[in-house]
């Protein structure tokens, strides 16, 4: 009769369920990244030094080419070695940078069309407009692009990069600038480099590389080239 009853099948012991991934975090910019194996901060600090003591007597072309040639091959060596990647460029990241820079660049340029004439003229000596144009709309960018908002800001994080982006205009800059008749002129100036580079730097962070690479062309020729052509009455 015992037979006659259903029997309840055997029930083995349940497997626990595999854990869930936990997705990893999104990368901040804005706080240190992994070490490289090339330390872009080291190459930064030769730099400074080598165009505040080394390039001194040099003509401002001169110092220049070296300076942007030496960041080039360093950040060119840095994605190599690092394996640091680079999105491929879009039209909106494009769009963004020049939109972003024409918003910045053209009030600047309003206002201090006539001071930024001559720091213009000041740090480009007697170089044509040609030349000027080549360097603020290719040569420039390339070179601290690449440095900067690709080799240091991915090592360093958003902040360092812009700090140390202002500080390296001025060092670069600054000694075809008259600081020392007029102080306040030359601290504005300085500010203005550590404002613009702390844009570039946002720029990368927030939309990519090619934003950042665009807004610095635009605002370059709006603050550098265009200005040169201003007429005072």
């Not at 690479?213 to 709006?222: D, E, G, P």
Request: proline residues 7%.
């Amino acid at each position: 009769m015992l037979d006659s009853y259903p029997t309840a099948p055997l029930r083995t012991p349940q497997e626990n369920p595999p854990p869930e991934e936990i997705p990893p975090a999104e990368e901040d910019e804005f706080d240190p990244g992994p070490a490289r194996k090339l330390d872009p901060v080291f190459i930064y600090f030769v730099l400074i030094v080598i165009i505040l003591l080394g390039l001194n007597t040099f003509t401002a072309e001169i110092r220049y080419t070296v300076v942007w040639t030496a960041m080039t091959v360093t950040a060119v060596i840095a994605l190599i070695v690092d394996k640091i990647k680079i999105d491929t460029p879009t039209m909106t990241e494009i769009y963004v940078g020049v939109g972003l820079g024409l918003l910045i660049g053209l009030p600047l340029a309003g206002i201090g069309a006539p001071l930024l004439q001559q720091v213009s003229v000041d740090i480009f000596g007697k170089s044509t407009d040609v030349a000027v144009f080549q360097t603020l709309a290719f040569t420039m960018p390339l070179a601290e692009g690449l440095f900067f908002r690709v080799a240091l800001q991915s090592a360093r994080g958003a902040v360092f990069t812009a700090v140390a982006a202002g500080f390296w205009s001025i060092a670069l800059f600054g000694p075809q600038l008259n600081v020392i008749k007029f102080p306040l002129v030359a601290v504005v100036i300085g500010l203005a480099f550590v404002f613009v580079n702390a844009i570039y730097s946002y720029a990368r962070h927030r939309f990519g590389v090619f934003a950042s690479w665009s807004c610095q062309i635009v605002i370059n020729l709006l603050l550098l080239f265009a200005a040169r052509f201003v007429t005072l009455s």
